[in-house]
């Protein structure tokens, strides 16, 4: 496969927005916060941050209350004491709602301590991540918590760490979770016959049988791998590091990742290619799917696999957007894997794409939950009732392949 665009050095700046909602954590020595008073009301927190927060639900949100009685909405102004988000537009209507706030109370408190460790101070000894690893070490992707250990991770000593860490690479081990040799997601179970064709032909390539290993260095260099990310949005803000985990897990292959969609880059930023090293390298690039496809000379199912993360499919507003670019995934025959932040959102765009493309593609691993989704919530600020997880589902398809047969010379 060759692309077209030039390979430019120009450094793409690098922010945790929409992941952690800020730049990445500071590491100093200033301690803000200790670890036995990370909690705040929002409007009182010692991080400037965390009271804009505040703000933008003070302006933006809406009372639960209020929506519900079906009259005029009023922007919820008063703090819940449990959990320190403004939730109501005032006391008696907390006090009225407080039974149906108990269902999002906790998961509320619990963003509140885990964004307030986030920017404590402290010495975040779980973002030490590990480095590259010896050709003969044996990783096993079978959760996170295997995962961590075969790879030798800091030890995550608290679920608010495994919440951290999950959050931040939950895309690329979601990546790596349906290649590697040791995937949780099992033939005959979630993964389909068509669908172990498609991944044994890029296993084949990323783990090739002919390899010459010399004073352990691979002599043979696999081909490359082109991951293409559409609509990329959160994953594509991850600072490339991060995405060496995933290359890590594969020394033996180089990767290529295209984060493609109008979030990929800031409004009229000019695409460009870039690379971490020798084994891994981006492309970023705001246009659409079906405009990038055109740049694209040729597609391997043994070498190209698409990924949509939580792309929003079945949403009415949305579908007839997106079919220009699924049809063109679709006839690249290369596996598409595509997640959904819960049971809901993936069974609507599940929906679609069998409305829409019917007998168009063959299921390569059933709906399922993902086992490497983000551990930590993500709530709307604008609705605080409404908590998901990155990647809750993953389920993949590809375009059907069909057999050619010989017809009779009288036909």
């Excluded at 690893?133 to 250990?149: A, L, P, R």
């Excluded at 507003?317 to 995934?329: E, F, H, L, S, V």
């Excluded at 809750?392 to 050619?404: L, P, Q, S, T």
Aim: aromatic content about 12%.
């Amino acid at each position: 496969m060759a692309l077209k665009p030039v390979i430019t050095t120009q450094v793409r700046p690098i922010s945790f927005k929409g992941l952690f909602s800020k730049t990445e954590p500071e590491q100093d020595s200033k301690l803000v916060l200790t670890q036995d008073n990370l909690f705040h009301p929002l409007s009182a927190s010692p991080i400037k941050e965390l009271r804009d927060r505040a703000a933008i639900i003070n302006k933006y949100g809406v009372c639960p209350v209020c929506d519900n009685d079906g009259h005029e909405h009023h922007h919820p102004v008063f703090e819940c004491p449990d959990c320190g988000y403004p939730t109501h537009c005032s006391k008696d209507h907390y006090l009225e709602g407080r039974d149906a706030h108990q269902h999002v109370c906790s998961i509320l408190r619990q963003q509140n301590e885990d964004d307030h460790d986030l920017r404590s101070g402290r010495t975040m000894t779980e973002f030490e991540f590990p480095s590259s690893q010896s050709f003969d070490e044996t990783v096993n992707m079978g959760n996170w918590d295997v995962y961590f250990y075969t790879r030798s991770f800091p030890s995550m000593d608290s679920d608010r760490s495994m919440r951290h860490v999950s959050k931040l690479l939950t895309y690329p081990a979601t990546v790596a979770s349906v290649l590697h040799e040791s995937s949780p997601y099992q033939f005959g179970k979630e993964v389909t016959v068509e669908g172990i064709r498609s991944i044994s032909a890029l296993r084949a390539t990323l783990y090739p049988k002919n390899e010459v290993i010399k004073n352990g260095v691979n002599l043979i260099r696999s081909e490359m791998i082109n991951i293409f990310i559409v609509g990329a949005r959160a994953e594509a803000s991850l600072p490339p590091h991060i995405w060496l985990q995933l290359a890590y897990l594969f020394p033996r292959s180089p990767f290529h990742i295209h984060f493609v969609g109008p979030d990929a880059l800031p409004p009229n930023a000019t695409p460009y290619t870039t690379s971490v090293n020798e084994r891994l390298m981006f492309t970023y690039d705001n246009s659409y799917y079906h405009d990038y496809h055109e740049k694209i000379e040729k597609f391997d199912p043994y070498t190209d696999l698409f990924f949509f993360f939580s792309p929003g499919i079945g949403h009415d507003a949305a579908r007839d957007g997106w079919k220009p670019t699924i049809q063109k995934a679709l006839e690249t025959k290369c596996a598409m894997f595509l997640t959904g932040y819960d049971q809901s959102d993936m069974g609507n765009d599940v929906e679609a794409v069998e409305q829409d493309y019917s007998g168009e593609f063959d299921y390569v691993i059933h709906p399922t939950e993902n086992v490497f989704r983000s551990l930590k919530h993500d709530t709307n600020l604008m609705d605080l009732r409404q908590n998901i997880f990155a990647n809750w589902g993953i389920w993949a398809i590809r375009g059907k392949r069909y057999d050619v047969t010989a017809q009779d010379s009288e036909d």
